[in-house]
């Protein structure tokens, strides 16, 4: 059984490259690892290959069930300027689940720090945004004290990204970003969430890569919104009274 109920940043054949995993395969393999609750996140349109709108738009007409998992869909939008602004519209975000912003090199290349923290606090400003996408890349410094502020204020929540921790994980060394997202976090007492970013279902609910940091960190499950389904439901709907 996993120690965690919820994975919700994953990527389906629909992000275009390196999975060739339906919803129903990624659902699949979430039952037999025991998780409760699964979220799609595939990539907005910028991403080569990504979902394109329309993928986007057919998502809330999806089963909110498959083989006894809950289902959330939601997207991986891309930040495309320093502006915030997102390669998905608001009037498709809107009818999602959750939306998750990241940073992509390939859309929006590195800027300064300070260009960098603007882009993503301006994300988080977008009633829509709740996760803040794998801001550990250490080709993007981020002012990591500006950025929790903001994201205590328009209520989005950072992520701990397995993919970034991995040997083979490509946004250089991200350990000291994540310890210190993690000190930030408990220093607030304010959650985060842990994800796999899983291209494909290999490693869908796979946080091991995070054990020792959370150990570290001396972290205590009730700041991780995986620990308890309803934490994370909680956090969600709670967003929305906002919007
Ligand atoms: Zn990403
Ligand atoms: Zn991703």
Known sequence: MNTYELDIHTHTIASGHGSHATITDMAKAAAAKGLRLLGI????????????????????????????????????????????????????????????????????????????????????KNPYVQIIGHCDDSRYPVDYHALITAAMQYHAVFEINAASLRPDGYRGDTRQNNLTIVHLCKHYHYPFLLSSDSHGTAQIGDFSVITELLQLADISKELILNSDYSLLKKFLNSTFLLC
């Open 41 to 124: 996140s595939d990539h907005g349109p910028a991403t080569a290959g990504g979902g394109k709108p329309s993928y986007f738009r057919g998502l809330p007409q999806t089963p909110k069930k498959r083989l006894g998992i809950e289902m959330l869909y939601g997207a991986e939008a891309n930040i495309m300027d320093n502006n915030g602004t997102l390669d998905l519209d608001d009037s498709i975000l809107k009818h999602l689940d959750y939306t998750i912003a990241s940073l992509h090199p390939a859309v929006k290349p590195p800027g300064t720090k300070a260009e960098n923290t603007k882009a993503y606090i301006a994300a988080v």
